[in-house]
């Protein structure tokens, strides 16, 4: 079974056998995208909400801007290295009930923040924020293997990355509206309670493909996706660690996040601080790179899909292209944005910037789908993503300490460009082929 997986990934998609799935499947699949999409967004939501109190929060506890820049990355830290083994889980315990626990988690530490009254409680709930939300992307990511053949998706996962970029975008007005309504107080406990809710929902609509009685072409179509794979041993996964494209994918992920993970959590300071805008102004401004970035998401899926279907190259190059050339032209953009002195030209060379990320983190979540057999894709996601959220934590705090010994984002913004440009250039030279465990 593994070798069957390993040919696939490595054949060009014209070349693997197509099955076109049922219209009970496609709902099946249309329900499963839908109910990520919504779980990603309340975990977006939830994990903006701090960077768009920043100014609030800054002010009533007393914290200068490199405390909040260590309290911006502790989520992050807590959500980088619970990545390693909550992939292992995915492929051990299945999305359903991980996935429903997790928001409840999460939800309930979004809910503690409201009642934080100092910098350690504070840090506290947002590193089991951090640990809660762990699950989403490589459960995600494991969805649509389980229910989608090779050749079929890159639109899907740019689907579900939609809540990386609609979840922020939203957030911005959202989130000040709650706040200057009921207080940043009050928002984090609404927040939280939204998320409970989302979590009954996963667990009432969703099952794994294997529940249902689908009719035999579907079966044919669904064994492509080798849903029932044996699950991953502790052995099997420390050797994804032993391979080139697993590092590859690492460290390009590394810039990827780094970058993101800047805009996510200084943009609307960035805004205040530097572009010297008020608070809601802002709460509206910041919402725009993130709306590119919901158009890079489906585009970048799109593409994927064409490149590989009218040319004859492997999934994986497909996937590698769009994230190679998308994390350059976000670098580059960046380094735009860090350079322009007219505001309406910054924000046009960010939400540029944001387009190609979440372009880039298309190609780099499909390649988590079709750079190892089945059994193995939680776990690889989860790596991936451990490599992502290590510069998504290091993107804050750097940040931060830059800005307040340089007085300016500028040399901030240029170091992030820098990063990503080596990101790129070493997913370029690491990734060649799908991962095989022998």
């Given at each position: 079974?593994?070798?069957?997986q ?6 060009p998609?014209?070349?693997?056998e197509k099955?076109?799935?049922?219209r009970?499947l ?7 995208l ?12 939830d ?13 009533d506890?007393?914290l200068?801007?490199a405390?909040?820049?260590?309290l ?15 992939g292992f ?8 009930l ?5 928001q409840?988690v999460?939800?309930a530490?979004?809910?503690l ?11 506290a709930?947002?590193?089991l924020l ?10 995600s990511a ?11 998706r890159?639109l899907?996962?740019g689907?579900?990355l ?6 922020p975008a939203i ?7 709650l706040?200057?309504a009921?207080?940043w ?6 927040m ?16 794994s493909p ?20 044996l ?26 996040i780094y970058?993101?993970w ?9 805004l205040?601080?530097q ?13 725009i790179?993130?709306?590119?970035g919901?158009?890079?998401?489906i ?18 190059t497909?996937?590698?292209?769009a994230?190679v050339s ?10 735009v ?20 990320g979440?372009?880039?983190m ?6 988590v789908?079709?750079g190892a057999p089945?059994?193995?894709v ?5 790596m ?14 750097t ?10 984002f500028v040399?901030a ?6 990063i990503?440009m080596i990101?790129?250039?070493l ?9 095989s465990?022998?």
């Amino acid at each position: 079974m593994l070798e069957q997986q390993a040919n696939i990934a490595d054949l060009p998609y014209a070349e693997v056998e197509k099955f076109q799935p049922s219209r009970r499947l496609r709902r099946f699949q249309v329900t499963s995208l839908s109910l990520l999409v919504m779980s990603g967004m309340i975990n977006m939501l939830d994990r903006s909400t701090l960077a768009i109190a920043n100014p609030l929060i800054r002010h009533d506890l007393g914290l200068s801007v490199a405390q909040m820049g260590l309290l911006l990355s502790s989520f992050l830290w807590a959500y980088a290295f619970c990545q390693l083994p909550v992939g292992f889980f995915v492929d051990r315990l299945g999305p359903r009930l991980l996935l429903g626990a997790a928001q409840i988690v999460w939800s309930a530490a979004q809910l503690l923040c409201g009642f934080s009254r100092g910098f350690g409680t504070f840090c506290a709930m947002r590193m089991l924020l951090g640990a809660g939300e762990s699950p989403q992307f490589p459960i995600s990511a494991r969805v649509v293997r389980d229910c989608f053949s090779p050749q079929d998706r890159g639109l899907p996962t740019g689907v579900f990355l939609l809540s990386s970029s609609i979840g922020p975008a939203i957030a911005a007005p959202l989130i000040t509206l709650l706040m200057t309504a009921f207080g940043w107080r009050h928002m984090f406990v609404i927040m939280g309670l939204a998320g409970i809710a989302a979590a009954f929902i996963w667990l009432t609509f969703y099952r794994s493909p294997d529940k249902h009685g689908f009719q035999p072409s579907d079966a044919r179509y669904l064994a492509q996706a080798d849903s029932k794979a044996l699950p991953a041993t502790p052995t099997d996964w420390r050797k994804l660690f032993g391979h080139r494209t697993s590092w590859g994918m690492i460290l390009g992920f590394f810039g990827t996040i780094y970058l993101i993970w800047l805009y996510t959590a200084w943009l609307p300071g960035y805004l205040e601080i530097q572009r010297h805008m008020s608070i809601p102004h802002t709460g509206l401004i910041a919402a725009i790179p993130f709306f590119g970035g919901t158009v890079g998401s489906i585009t970048g899926g799109l593409v994927i899909d064409r490149v590989a279907a009218r040319q004859r190259v492997t999934p994986l190059t497909a996937c590698k292209m769009a994230a190679v050339s998308g994390l350059i032209g976000m670098a580059l953009f960046t380094a735009v944005a860090a350079e322009v002195s007219d505001n309406n030209l910054a924000v046009a060379a960010m939400t540029l910037a944001m387009f190609l990320g979440f372009f880039a983190m298309s190609g780099q979540w499909a390649m988590v789908s079709v750079g190892a057999p089945q059994r193995f894709v939680g776990s690889l996601g989860g790596m991936m993503n451990f490599g992502g959220y290590l510069g998504g934590a290091l993107a804050p705090m750097t940040t931060g300490f830059i800005v307040q010994s340089t007085h300016s984002f500028v040399p901030a913004l240029l170091t992030a460009a820098i990063i990503g440009m080596i990101s790129a250039l070493l997913c370029l030279a690491l990734v060649k082929q799908p991962v095989s465990i022998s």
